[in-house]
């Protein structure tokens, strides 16, 4: 038993010769690597002083040859780990939607909002770019300064807004309201453009010297061509509509935005605040208050594939209740100024199995 203790303690004792001496090794190792480092660093770098830039242009497309050959070697081993951090899904812009059956998160689909430059080619029109690019001809015209729609030439440089109106910049002491009322649209018209920004967004005030998009904005003391674009739509709650499908006006009074790719809704503006009632009948799938800018809203889901929203109410004036089963023309609130908004007026969505459609396709 002895003699076994003795053999053990002597190989414990070999082994740990033997990993000091891979240690000293080791470590010896490591201060020559390092010190013939050290050296050529010195040598390299005296000889780079000394040639005064000489083989700089070498080092570098060396390093940038190198870098290339990283690149395209690893590229895909980075796109795969790139892809399983993001769980496969790329990166998308998102946009809060109103609440239909619980928490609803809808992809944005919106163009850039930037200003194109488009060069005129043989055969253009004034009137031919403007359906080209879906802006009225007004819209041309006056952000080229164009005298005539016969103005323009082949070669010629246009810049097009990405929507019909106007670009305004802004001057000291002018408000949203001001602005708004100058260029005869709703100052809710430019708070709904996504790509406006605002020095305070509680207020929606304005710094000098930024620029706005206008939509639909009619520049002061210039003749409108296109005068059917600008006209403005009194509407009324029509009673008595019957039948699955259609849908009846949900309120009353004049129609100061319609929809675009931004504001998939119609607004119905009206100081005198009425009541807003079911366009269809359905079920209230939500009811209250809406951070994300509804202010107080309600939404019903008609059961056939088709859904409404209504926005901005007076705080107080919902008079239904999620669960609640509403027949067609039932009054469920009263027009308001709540959440995003400048003023008082309906903000109103339909949605169907392809997602918003324009109201006015179907209120008739």
């Known amino acids: 038993m002895s003699d076994l203790k003795e053999n053990i303690n002597s190989e414990i004792k070999l082994w740990s010769e033997f990993l000091k001496a891979q240690g000293r090794f080791l470590n010896g190792f ?20 000394r040639q005064r830039g000489r083989f700089s242009q070498t080092f570098i497309g060396a390093s940038m040859a190198i870098l290339s050959f990283l690149t395209i070697v690893f590229s895909s081993q980075l796109e795969n780990l790139i892809n399983s951090s993001n769980n496969g899904e790329g990166s998308t812009y998102l946009i809060m939607a109103a609440d239909n059956s619980g928490a609803d998160t809808l992809v944005s689909e919106l163009p850039k909002g930037e200003t194109t430059e488009y060069r005129v080619a043989n055969g253009d029109t004034v009137s031919s770019i403007a359906l080209k690019f879906g802006v009225t001809i007004d819209t ?30 802004v001057k000291r002491g002018e408000t949203i309201y001001s602005i708004a009322k100058a260029y005869q649209v709703d100052a809710q018209n430019i708070i709904d453009y996504p790509f406006n920004t605002f020095s305070n967004d509680e207020t929606f005030a304005l710094s000098a010297g930024q620029e706005l998009i206008i939509p639909d904005g009619i520049k002061p003391k210039e003749t409108v061509l296109d005068t059917t674009r600008y006209a403005a739509r009194t509407v009324a709650p029509v009673a008595g509509v019957k039948g699955e499908g259609n849908f009846m006006w949900p309120t009353s009074g004049t129609i100061s935005q319609k929809y675009y790719w931004y504001h998939r809704a119609v607004d119905i503006a009206n100081h005198s605040n009425p009541p807003i009632v079911a366009a269809q009948g359905g079920t209230v799938t939500s009811a ?70 324009d109201p006015l396709s179907v209120l008739r």
């Open 30 to 49: 490591g201060k020559t690597f390092l010190g013939w480092a050290g050296f050529l660093k010195i040598i390299t770098s005296k000889t780079m002083y």
């Open 140 to 169: 041309i015209m006056w952000e080229n300064s164009l005298k005539t729609v016969d103005s323009i030439k082949v070669g010629q440089i246009l810049k097009i807004l990405p929507v019909t109106g106007v670009r305004y910049k």
């Open 288 to 357: 209250g208050w809406n951070g994300g800018g509804y202010g107080n809203y309600v939404v019903i889901n008609h059961g056939n594939g088709y859904s409404t929203l209504y926005a901005h109410m007076v705080t107080g004036s919902i008079v239904v209740q999620p669960g609640q089963v509403v027949r067609q023309g039932q009054k469920i609130g009263t027009m308001g100024n709540t959440g995003r908004s400048t003023g008082t007026h309906l903000h109103f969505e339909i949605k169907g199995p392809n997602g918003n459609l």
